[in-house]
Nanobody, 118 residues
Framework: HVQLVESGGDLVQVGGSLRLSCVAS????????MGWYRQAPGKEGELVARIRDGGRIEYADSVKGRFTISRDNAKNMVYLQMNSLKPDDTDTYYC????????????WGKGTLVTVSS
């Protein structure tokens, strides 16, 4: 019912910054939360951050103070500004959307790779 396409992953040096973007299409009126999930081989998956349509924000402890999530409801987009990047931030980042209004399901993008070099 919802398609998510993320972009913005890149190779960046330690201490650098990246901004990830995600566009939702389909039944976007159903979406409450949008956010970001990350995972890499050998690492535990983690919900990095999410933001509700009304503005409520949650962050994982590992990124508090460094990452900022934002959302443009009119454009059906969510962003993740990542600053002070560390090697441990190296992951594939997946856009996430939660449908609480229509079907009660979660959606995931195909991922964008972030690599932080030391």
């Amino acid at each position: 019912h919802v398609q998510l396409v993320e972009s913005g992953g890149d190779l960046v040096q330690v201490g650098g910054s990246l901004r990830l973007s995600c566009v939702a299409s389909g039944n976007t009126v159903c979406i409450t939360y949008m956010g970001w999930y990350r995972q890499a081989p050998g690492k535990e998956g983690e919900l990095v951050a999410r933001i509700r349509d009304g503005g409520r924000i949650e962050y994982a402890d590992s990124v508090k103070g460094r990452f900022t999530i934002s959302r443009d409801n009119a454009k059906n987009m969510v962003y993740l500004q990542m600053n002070s990047l560390k090697p441990d931030d190296t992951d594939t980042y997946y856009c996430y959307a939660k449908d609480d209004y229509c079907y009660g399901v979660d959606y995931w993008g195909k991922g964008t790779l972030v690599t932080v070099s030391s």
